[in-house]
């Protein structure tokens, strides 16, 4: 799947996807992770700074609080599902 930005959530489903925008993030949500062990790793786009980096169980879905403005995101590993970022109103 392609990346769809402009809705809410923006759905992000591979890495290197990126949005290149400031965002208000309510939270990111990690789902459809199909093996245990699978990796994510989000930063930022302007500083590189690391938004979330972690390993997971398998079939689960993980909540990421952010509650605030991220200087765009980039997805550099996705091993498995897809993230969704909630933005605020």
Avoid at 15 to 41: E, F, N, Y
Wanted: proline fraction near 2%; include cysteine.
């Amino acid at each position: 799947m392609a990346l769809q930005d402009g809705i809410n959530p923006i759905v992000l489903d591979g890495a290197t996807q990126a949005v290149a925008r400031k965002l208000k993030v309510s939270c990111l949500v990690w789902s459809g992770i199909a093996t245990a062990g699978d990796d994510l790793l989000i930063h930022t786009v302007s500083g590189g700074s690391i938004i979330f980096k972690g390993t997971s169980a398998a079939n689960v879905s993980l909540i990421i609080p952010v509650n605030g403005w991220i200087d765009g995101l980039y997805i550099t590993t996705l091993d498995s599902g897809q993230v969704m970022v909630y933005l605020m109103d």
